[in-house]
Every structure is written in C-alpha cells, then in structure tokens.
C-alpha cells in the first residue's frame, strides 16, 4: 500500500515562504502524475501544482493553477522519494490544507497524503 506523508506547513505571515515536501513510501518513479492541492473547508479541492513524468530525451512537464503561477514551485527528488512544494510571497488566500497526491501510470484513482495546513496571517 502506497503511502504519501505531507510536512512543512505552519503558520506565517503575508509575504513569507514555506516548503512543503511529500515523502513516497515507494520510489517516485511509480507515478506518472504528482501534484498539490489544497482545500478551505466547505469548498472544492483546488489544484495548486502538478508535475508530469518525462523521458530521458524530454523533460517533466509542470502545471499551476491561476491563482499561484510565478510564486509557488514544483520538484522533485528521485533520491528522497520527495515532491516539494516552494512556496514564496504567500497571501492570506493561500491559508488551506495542502495535500500531496500521486498517480500510476494504469490507474485512474490517486493516492493521497493526509495534509498539512499552511496558514496565512498577520
């Protein structure tokens, strides 16, 4: 059984940073798809970030939604089974749970850490 364990979050002020890391307990070489998303409660689950698996002669490919292009960042380390999550001039709005998921390349239904909650506030 696939287990994914979110760290990182806390709470912070109006234009500081946080890094999150998602840690696998498989190799990240499993997944095709990786991605972050957070969720306020009473609300949808929103995508923040994802990133595709490439090739040898093509590179991943990285999704953001709207709302965090050019502030927050994507990666991965193959060697610490991780995904992380930069996230830089972070915004009241940007309060949520995050959570890290991950997909198989022949399954239609991601695996899911249990979150971390990421709040905004002076």
């Known amino acids: 059984q696939v287990q994914l364990v979110e760290s990182g979050g806390g709470l912070v002020q109006p234009g500081e940073s946080l890094r999150l890391s998602c840690e696998a307990s498989?190799?990240?070489?499993?997944?095709?798809?990786m991605g972050w998303y957070r969720q306020v409660p009473g609300n949808e689950r929103e995508l923040v970030a994802s990133?595709?698996?490439?090739?040898?002669?093509?590179?991943?490919?990285?999704n953001y939604g709207d709302s965090v292009r050019g502030r927050f960042t994507i990666s991965k380390d193959s060697f610490k089974n991780t995904m992380n999550l930069q996230m830089n001039s972070l915004k009241p709005e940007d309060t949520a749970v995050y959570y890290c998921?991950?997909?198989?390349?022949?399954?239609?239904?991601?695996?899911w850490g249990q979150g971390t909650q990421v709040t905004v506030s002076s």
């Open positions: 990133i595709t698996r490439g090739s040898i002669t093509r590179g991943d490919t990285t």
């Open positions: 998921s991950a997909n198989r390349p022949d399954s239609a239904s991601p695996y």
């Open positions: 498989v190799s990240i070489f499993n997944f095709k798809v």
